[in-house]
Structures are given as structure tokens and as C-alpha cells.
């Protein structure tokens, strides 16, 4: 176990749906990070927050939305989703903050959307 | 924008062989290095970094990875493989101001590579 607790394991939806997947991190640790793994693109860089805040987007979709609630728990939000949403999407904590990269992530078991 | 080639998308060994990995980042200044291993149906689990203090950077079982600045360089050994290997591995590098202008890092991955080991 991680410590990075993400909800729900595995999703299935139909195209043109919403979903919302959850992700509490490591005890302690003020920052979050959204990936995207895909086959094709591998793991990419969706978002980051920093103690409720919004600190960096990456390959996001304008579909795609996230938050961190003041609990530090984080959701991502996925809307009228297509085919190609279909991935695995991880979070990870970490304990330094967004100018310290030297302490890595520690990732979550992630969850597994599969949009029909 | 930082990025990391890993070379060799599947490698296979026999079991007791040295694993190498490789891993060449692209970076103008020495950034921070990290290899993640990642099992079936499992999340990233570090495996270790480097952080600029000793290049050769040891991690867990029995990993170690070297640092070479001349090469841009982070390859993955291990002595002696073992069935437990068999695993998809990352290399990382830290990314900085790219998707923001407040200078925040990100992790940024190479598509990896895929571990078997033969009996």
C-alpha cells in the first residue's frame, strides 16, 4: 500500500457521459498529480495542485477538469467522454512542493476507465 | 521542454543475467532523475533517483543507477535477474516551466520498457 488511495479501481461508461475519479493522498503530503496512461502516449501529465491550488496543466483537455478540496483530497472530472479517454489514470503525492523536485511521486494503484 | 528516450521498449534476460536498462534525457542543466518500476494491474513504485549528490545512485532490490553527464545518461543495472523482475520500467526526469509560469517541476516519463525473465 502507497498510501496514495484512489476511487473507484475500475469504470465503465458509455461515450458521451461524466465521471469523477478520486484520489486522496500520501498523509502529509500537500501535492497531487494527475497522469494519463495510455498504450499510444504513455503516461502523460494531466495536472497539478499544491495545497488547493492550481499549479500546472499539462496535456489537459478542456473536458477534463480537476480539483484539490481543502481536505487535500483531489478529483478529477472527465465529461463527455469518447472512446479515447479510455486509460489508465493515476494520482500521485508527493512531499515537497511544486519548486522541489528532488523528493519523486508516490503513485496511486490508479484507476482503469473504459468508456464504450 | 525536457525528455526522456529509453531504448528498447521490451528486453528480455535469462534469469541471473544483468539487466540494462537504458535511459538518455535531454537537459541543459543537471536535472533530477528518477526510475520507476511499475507491476501488472499496479501503480509506479520509485525505485530510486538522483538528486546531484552521488552518481551512483542505489536503490531498492538491487537496482543501482549511474549518472553520466557526458552521456546524458541514467541507465538501470542489476547484477542478477530474477523472476520477480519481470516488471515495465520508467525513467523520469524533472521538468520545470513548462506548463506553467510559476516555475513548478513536473515528472516528465519515457515511454518504457518491459522486463521479461527467461527461466
Known amino acids: 500500500d502507497s498510501g496514495v488511495t484512489q476511487t473507484p479501481k475500475h469504470l465503465i461508461t458509455a461515450t458521451g457521459q461524466r465521471v469523477t475519479l478520486r484520489c486522496s493522498p500520501r498523509?502529509?503530503?500537500?501535492?497531487v498529480y494527475w497522469y494519463q496512461q495510455s498504450l499510444d502516449q504513455g503516461l502523460q501529465f494531466l495536472i497539478q495542485?499544491?495545497?488547493?491550488?492550481?499549479?500546472a496543466k499539462g496535456n489537459i483537455l478542456e473536458r477534463f477538469s480537476a480539483q484539490q478540496f481543502p481536505d487535500l483530497h483531489s478529483e478529477l472530472n472527465l465529461s463527455s467522454l469518447e472512446l479515447g479517454d479510455s486509460a489508465l489514470y493515476f494520482c500521485a503525492s508527493s512531499a515537497g512542493g511544486p519548486t522541489e523536485p528532488r523528493y519523486g511521486y508516490t503513485f496511486g494503484s490508479g484507476t482503469r476507465l473504459t468508456v464504450v | 521542454a525536457q525528455s526522456v528516450t529509453q531504448l528498447g521498449s521490451h528486453v528480455s534476460v535469462s534469469e541471473g543475467a544483468l539487466v540494462l536498462l537504458r535511459c538518455n534525457y535531454s537537459?541543459?542543466?543537471?536535472?533530477?532523475l528518477f526510475w520507476y518500476v511499475q507491476y501488472p494491474n499496479q501503480g509506479l513504485q520509485l525505485l530510486l533517483k538522483y538528486t546531484s549528490a552521488a552518481t551512483l545512485v542505489k536503490g531498492i532490490n538491487g537496482f543501482e543507477a549511474e549518472f553520466k553527464k557526458s552521456e546524458t545518461s541514467f541507465h538501470l543495472t542489476k547484477p542478477s535477474a530474477h523472476m520477480s523482475d519481470a516488471a515495465e520500467y520508467f525513467c523520469a526526469v524533472s521538468d520545470r516551466g513548462v506548463y506553467s509560469g510559476a516555475g513548478s517541476y513536473q515528472l516528465t516519463f519515457g515511454k518504457g520498457t518491459k522486463l521479461s525473465v527467461i527461466p
Open positions: 495542485y499544491y495545497n488547493g491550488e492550481e499549479r
Open positions: 498523509s502529509g503530503d500537500l501535492s
Open positions: 537537459s541543459s542543466v543537471p536535472p533530477y
